[in-house]
């Protein structure tokens, strides 16, 4: 009977569903994070009786056709780059962006990585870098005697050698962006990796071409909605229950017709 192998197809569906849904309640607090979406398709379909079928020698057609679908799967886990709200941290090096745009990260594998978290710190050579000690591109170096380091708006990052009464510029973060940001790669720490899909990267200055503004001594929390999370957690779990009774209800059914030899 298909309808047991329909329904395995349904269960394992929002098993995946659920997965997505655990990993977006799991990064509620990740700085930067962008929930993900389970979307699904139909499988192929046993045509019975195909519509537009000559039925008579007059041409009569058959209006409605006899198909039988073979399940649904997962075809995607779509990325929904919404801004996440943004909270105030009065850290230093701390910074969000407000709009599009994400900062460029250097790798120590030679790749170049993507994030929207802007939790960055100084090395022991006053490099600005990533939590996990990765360069943030451009390189910008903050000097020891360094004092009220500010970054704007459009990316300057400005501070008081010594006791210089005016700011000395020490450089400027730049932004990139993509034509199709859900079409990016996701590998872990907060990063992401350019693909065919998510197209070759645009580079500007914050505020400029399109790029959202920073926002010095923020951050941006993830984008994850509690109630919307617990919600698609519920018709998930509903969804699998009522295809796990079609496998009860198919499995009934089979036992009735053999015990009927």
Known sequence: MKALYIAATGMAAQERNVEVISNNIANMRTTGYKRQRAEFQDLLYNTHRAAGTQTSGAGTLV???????????????????????????????DVAIRGDGFFTIQMPDGRTAYTRDGSFERDATGQIVNTD???????????????SVSIGADGTVEAFLDN?????QLGQLQLANFVNKAGLKAIGQNLYLETAASGTPQVSSPGADGMGNLLHRYLESSNVNAVTEISDLIAAQRA???NARVISGADEMLKASTNLF
């Open 164 to 168: 210089d009464s005016t700011p000395t």
């Open 63 to 93: 209006p409605v056709g006899v198909e039988i679908g073979s399940g649904v799967r997962t075809s995607a886990t779509a990325r929904i780059m919404s801004q996440g709200s943004v909270v105030p941290t009065q850290k230093d090096l």
């Open 240 to 242: 699998y229950e009522m």
């Open 133 to 147: 000690g990765y360069t943030v591109d451009p390189g910008i170096v903050i000097p020891q005697n360094a004092n």
